[in-house]
Every structure is written in structure tokens, then in C-alpha cells.
């Protein structure tokens, strides 16, 4: 028997191989490998505590002990890559990637770990609800890296896909008016072609020729027709240009990270249907007077599930933006503390990072701590960037970049101006979440 064949992902036991060890795949030429899947001559002494394996089996195995064991993920990863270079067959090939997937998730490198295990998916048959289901995915799932990737996913919805579905969504008799319009337009055209012809042989007159009268009538009025149902052909096609258009807008939005705490860092994806986030962004004196202004209201916003988001922004250096001098003194502490932790180390540097790596807390997604009234943006220069393209998309010019931007439960943007928000009117205007006009009626807005 093959010694792999012991080897069973947890849950899975229609696949001859355990844990981490299950993805299958077709081979791909190095040419088109992802480059974090192959290792160069340097990585040799990364694995120098373990004898080089000779075969790709070995190496899986290998690192597999690394992973289960020992949780030495960074020896691992090494040892996967090796895998991938010694010729694997498919079921090698694709439990060496679905484990370096693991591995790097356990390293908290997000992209990496999300294009091998895409790479198995869509190259070695993996399936993709063993990936969703693996604990040791768990936190991966949570990050934004994976939901990007889930777009490559073959058999997946892409991301043209999603906007599409989305826009119809916001208008969903859309497309069968088209198809009546487009279909009347057709039969339209089709008799104005007749009457064409039998108004040439009216014209020429003569025996048996059609009545001139009649049939300029019944020209003028397949033309009107024809007309009128083309021009609403072509609003409804911007209607749905303007819609993908905001659709696209939004998912941008949703991408924008929120920092936790902790290391904990999400999308705004991950906040839908719970949270209905209030984007407050202008200068440090807006933002403060605003949350002020919004103090004798936060109960009842809270009730109605808003989440504020300041992002303050001063304009220095002849317009080039700098960041809130708080967000960069929390940053510089971010840094020291990733200093601190680096230099305790020490000679015991080895056994300190397993140690760490194997009381990891487990990611427990969005908690009802986690909604709360104050989100940090995670990268201001980021949340920056969509907010003065936002401003593009709208139409607002002008010198004041004070604005706000509310969002609905489903993720639409309800409104957006320049200036400071009426707290008061935001909260007359917004139903509590119990309240059944809440499923009724959230996402319904102007959606700028």
C-alpha cells in the first residue's frame, strides 16, 4: 500500500490523503507557475535541519510532520516548494500546493496562500468546499486577499459576473423590458422594411399598386415606433452602464480594510447585513465636530446599526496629503511593537516563534463587539483614494473636501455630500434593525 494512502484531510474521506494533503491537479509548466511556488538555490538552507528529500512524496511527507507536529510552517513551506520541483504526479502536485496554501495561511501571508490553494483548485481538481470548510483556513477566509481570489476560481462567479447581478438586482424588470422593447423594435423594423418597399411601388403607381396615402400612414407610424422604442432601448442600456458603474463603485468600497485590533483586520465585505457604515472624512476639525455633533444621537444610531469611520486628512507640502498625525503616531507604535517582539527573541529566537505559532487565537469573524460605534480605517491612504473618486463620480468640485458618505446594510451607498451630517435627520431617515421596514426597504437610495 501507498504510504500516502494514510494521509486523510479531516472530513474528506473520498480522497486517499488527511490533512493538509489534498488537492489534486494537473501538472503546469514552471513556465506558468505562480512564483511563490518555486524556491531558488538559496533556499537550500532554510531546510538544512532536515535531510533533502529525493522525491516529491518525501518532501510532502516531510513537511506534513513539519506542519502537524513540530508547527515549523516556514521549514514547510520550503519543503512543499521542493515538492513542486521533483517532479510530483497530480495527487502530490496538488496536496504539496492545498498544504503550502496552509502553510502560508499559518503564516498570516494572505495573498500566497490564497493563489496555491486557487492554483490547486483550478489546476488539480481540489474542490473548493474542502478549502471552506478547513479550520486551518479559517482566518485566510476572513481576509480580503481570499475574496479577491475567490473570483479566479474556475466554475466561480467573476467579478463582471458579480456587478452584473448586482445591478440587476437594483432594477430587476430591467431586463425583461429590454427584451420586449428589443423584441417589438425587431417586429418594428421588420414591417417598416415592408412598407418601404411598398411605398417605392406606390410612388411609381401604375396597376395594383398600393394606395400612396395609406401607406405613407402606415410608413410614418412603424418610424414612430421604431424610434420610440429605440430611444428606450438606449436609456435603459445607460441605465444599466450607470448602475455597473455604481455597482463597481461599491465593491471597491467593500474591499476598504477596517483595523480590529489585535491583528485583526477585515473587509468592509464582512460587515454587510450587520453594519450600516457612516464614512465621516474631511480635516481633523470636521471630524471631531462632527462626532461631537453626533454624541446625544449615538444610541439611536447604534439602534439603527451605523458604525462611524472617521478618516482625517490635512493637505500639506504645497497639496501633496498626509495622513492624520494620530493614525501615524498609532502606526509608528504598531512598528515598535513589532520591534519589541523581534528583539525579544533573542538566541531563543527559534523556540520563542513556534511557541507563538501554536497558541495562534482562532479567528472568530465578525462579533458583536466588533460593531461598534467607532471603525478605524485600516489604510487611510487606501479609504483616500476611493473617497476622491467617489467625488469624481459624483460630479462635486470645489475646494471643501469635508463629506460624508452613508452606506446600507447591503452595502449600496445611500447618500453622499459635501459638509457635516444632520445626525438628526440621518436618524428619522434610517429604520432600527428589528424594525420590518429595515428588510423592506434597506439598500433603497440614491446610490452616488
Known amino acids: 500500500m501507498n504510504s500516502l494512502s494514510k494521509l486523510r484531510l479531516p472530513g474528506v474521506t473520498s480522497h486517499p490523503y488527511p490533512r493538509p494533503f489534498s488537492h489534486f491537479s494537473r501538472s503546469i509548466p514552471p513556465v506558468f507557475r505562480c512564483q511563490h511556488l518555486i524556491i531558488n538555490s538559496a533556499s537550500n538552507d532554510t531546510v538544512s535541519s532536515i535531510e533533502?528529500?529525493?522525491?516529491a512524496k518525501e518532501a510532502v511527507e516531510s513537511g506534513l510532520l513539519l506542519f502537524n507536529d513540530k508547527k515549523n510552517y516556514a521549514e514547510a513551506i520550503q519543503l512543499f516548494n521542493t515538492a513542486m520541483q521533483l517532479q510530483p504526479t497530480e495527487d502530490e502536485a496538488m496536496a504539496a500546493l492545498y498544504n503550502l496554501g496552509c502553510a502560508y495561511a499559518k503564516m498570516?501571508?494572505?495573498?500566497?496562500?490564497?493563489?496555491?490553494?486557487?492554483?490547486?483548485?483550478?489546476?488539480?481538481?481540489?474542490?473548493?468546499?474542502?478549502?471552506?470548510?478547513?479550520?486551518?483556513?479559517?482566518?485566510?477566509?476572513?481576509?480580503?486577499?481570499?475574496i479577491d481570489a475567490l473570483t479566479e476560481v474556475k466554475g466561480g462567479l467573476s467579478r463582471e459576473m458579480k456587478l452584473d447581478l448586482r445591478s440587476e438586482a437594483k432594477a430587476p424588470f430591467r431586463f425583461p423590458r429590454q427584451f420586449l422593447f428589443g423584441g417589438l423594435a425587431v417586429g418594428a423594423a421588420i414591417g417598416l422594411i415592408i412598407i418601404t418597399?411598398?411605398?417605392?411601388?406606390?410612388?411609381?403607381?401604375?396597376?395594383?399598386?398600393?394606395?400612396?396615402?395609406?401607406?405613407?400612414?402606415?410608413?410614418a407610424i412603424n418610424s414612430a415606433v421604431l424610434a420610440v422604442l429605440g430611444v428606450l432601448l438606449y436609456r435603459d442600456a445607460q441605465a444599466k452602464q450607470r448602475a455597473l458603474q455604481v455597482s463597481d463603485r461599491e465593491?471597491?468600497?467593500?474591499?476598504?480594510?477596517?483595523?480590529?485590533?489585535n491583528g485583526r483586520v477585515f473587509p468592509l465585505l464582512r460587515f454587510r447585513g450587520m453594519v450600516r457604515p457612516f464614512l465621516l472624512?474631511?480635516?481633523?476639525?470636521?471630524v471631531d465636530k462632527a462626532m461631537r455633533e453626533a454624541e446625544p444621537y449615538v444610541n439611536k444610531l447604534r439602534q439603527r446599526g451605523?458604525?462611524?469611520?472617521?478618516?482625517?486628512?490635512?493637505?500639506?507640502?504645497?497639496?501633496?496629503?498626509?495622513?492624520?498625525?494620530?493614525?501615524?503616531i498609532l502606526a509608528l507604535k504598531k512598528e515598535f511593537q513589532r520591534k519589541d517582539l523581534a528583539s525579544n527573541k533573542g538566541f531563543g529566537g527559534n523556540k520563542v516563534e513556534k511557541e507563538e505559532q501554536a497558541v495562534e487565537p482562532e479567528a472568530a469573524g465578525v462579533t458583536e463587539e466588533d460593531k461598534k460605534w467607532r471603525l478605524e480605517a485600516y489604510d487611510p491612504a487606501e479609504w483616500q483614494t476611493w473617497i476622491e473618486q467617489q467625488k469624481e463620480?459624483?460630479?462635486?468640485?470645489?475646494?471643501?473636501?469635508?463629506?460624508?458618505?452613508?452606506?446600507?446594510?447591503?452595502?449600496?451607498v445611500r447618500s453622499s455630500a459635501l459638509g457635516a451630517p444632520k445626525w438628526a435627520r440621518i436618524v428619522d431617515a434610517l429604520p432600527p434593525l428589528d424594525d420590518i421596514r429595515t428588510s423592506l426597504s434597506d439598500g433603497v437610495g440614491t446610490s452616488v
Request: include cysteine; glycine fraction near 8%.
Open 281 to 286: 472624512a474631511g480635516s481633523k476639525a470636521f
Open 52 to 55: 533533502k528529500p529525493k522525491s
Open 306 to 328: 451605523v458604525s462611524v469611520i472617521p478618516l482625517v486628512l490635512t493637505e500639506k507640502n504645497g497639496g501633496k496629503k498626509e495622513l492624520d498625525p494620530d493614525a501615524k
Open 197 to 219: 418597399g411598398r411605398l417605392v411601388l406606390a410612388v411609381k403607381g401604375g396597376e395594383g399598386a398600393p394606395d400612396l396615402t395609406e401607406t405613407l400612414q402606415n410608413f
Open 251 to 261: 465593491e471597491l468600497l467593500s474591499r476598504l480594510q477596517v483595523d480590529l485590533g
Open 108 to 146: 498570516k501571508q494572505w495573498k500566497p496562500a490564497s493563489e496555491a490553494i486557487v492554483r490547486a483548485i483550478n489546476d488539480y481538481r481540489l474542490k473548493l468546499s474542502v478549502a471552506l470548510k478547513d479550520e486551518d483556513l479559517k482566518e485566510l477566509r476572513e481576509r480580503r486577499e481570499w
Open 393 to 412: 463620480f459624483a460630479n462635486i468640485t470645489g475646494e471643501d473636501r469635508n463629506c460624508y458618505i452613508q452606506v446600507q446594510l447591503d452595502g449600496t
